[in-house]
């Protein structure tokens, strides 16, 4: 009679605990496989496309406030441009008529440089966003968890463990679950923050386009750009880290060892949220952005 109470105790535990198990898994590799998906959707799009509220703002506040400033920097730039070609010949003892027509015809490039400062750094993006899309046809296919193969292989080794270690299976998930729950936060912040970083530092375009036409004060131009093609590139390298960890992952779901893959899974989100924080300095390390 107690013999029998206490199996039907055990499997009500057992069921419990199975189910438990069964939920945390779900949730955990829905809530992993939703951001890694959504990766490709944010930095697959351009600084209009993700927000045009915003995008709008920025552009309003850079054409209202920051141009006339460069319009200003530009005037000193090309008038030191002059100077300089002027007295570089010999204190003016060596003019040529072809310095004018060729400090005439760089100054008509720094000026249309200057007015289509949007659109020039919006190509840079578009240029980024092409390249995201490309690779996003290879890559995408690999990235998620197969979410059914990694809970049924759970489910077969859960049938052979004990009540004691079953619980600290579910306190496993649970835990684990709740770190991965934090990583896909993480993984948002980042991409968000990306597309917040393009956007500042698209607001102040027009200072370092207006730089561009002097050979000294040019750097910051140079820099400048630099700096921009490493932010729309840093878009691909998050596209390779998503690439690495599905392909990480990918062998999981077929390991016997259900506290390892659980564990392996936690530590390869953890690995790409890592890798996603490098990518921005690794792609101005790339393009010497500095």
């Not at 990235?143 to 619980?167: F, K, N, R, Y």
């Amino acid at each position: 009679m107690f013999d029998s109470i206490f199996e039907a105790i055990e499997e009500w535990m057992r069921t419990l605990l199975t189910g438990m198990v069964d939920s945390n898994l779900t949730t955990m590799f829905s809530d992993v496989n939703e951001k890694t998906g959504e990766i490709a959707v944010q930095v697959g799009q351009t600084p209009q496309d993700w927000n045009a509220g915003v995008f709008q703002m920025i552009q309003n506040l850079s054409n209202t406030v920051i141009l006339p400033i460069a319009g200003m920097m530009i005037t000193f730039v090309l008038c030191y441009e002059l100077i300089s070609m002027l007295t570089e010949k010999n204190n003016m003892h060596d003019i040529d008529t072809w310095m004018f027509f060729k400090y005439f015809f760089k100054m008509m490039i720094a000026v249309y440089l200057l007015s289509h400062t949007f659109p020039i750094t919006m190509a840079v993006f578009d240029l980024g966003q092409s390249v995201v899309n490309s690779a996003s046809g290879v890559i995408t296919g690999t990235a998620a968890i197969d979410i059914s193969s990694m809970v049924g292989t759970m489910d077969t080794a859960m049938q052979s463990m004990a009540i004691g270690e079953l619980v600290v299976l579910a306190l496993e998930t649970l835990l684990v679950s709740f770190g991965l729950k934090i990583m896909s936060i993480v993984i948002m912040i980042i991409c968000y923050g990306r597309m917040v970083e393009i956007y500042l530092y698209t607001s102040l375009a027009p200072i370092p386009f207006a730089t561009m036409s002097n050979r000294e004060w040019g750097q910051i131009g140079t820099n400048y750009l630099r700096g921009l093609f490493a932010l729309a590139f840093q878009a691909f390298l998050m596209m390779v880290c998503v690439g690495i960890y599905g392909m990480l992952v990918a062998s999981l779901p077929a390991s016997d060892n259900v506290h390892g893959a659980l564990f392996g899974v936690a530590a390869y989100t953890v690995l790409l949220c890592y890798t996603l924080l490098k990518t921005s300095s690794l792609s101005k390390q790339i393009f010497g952005a500095h």
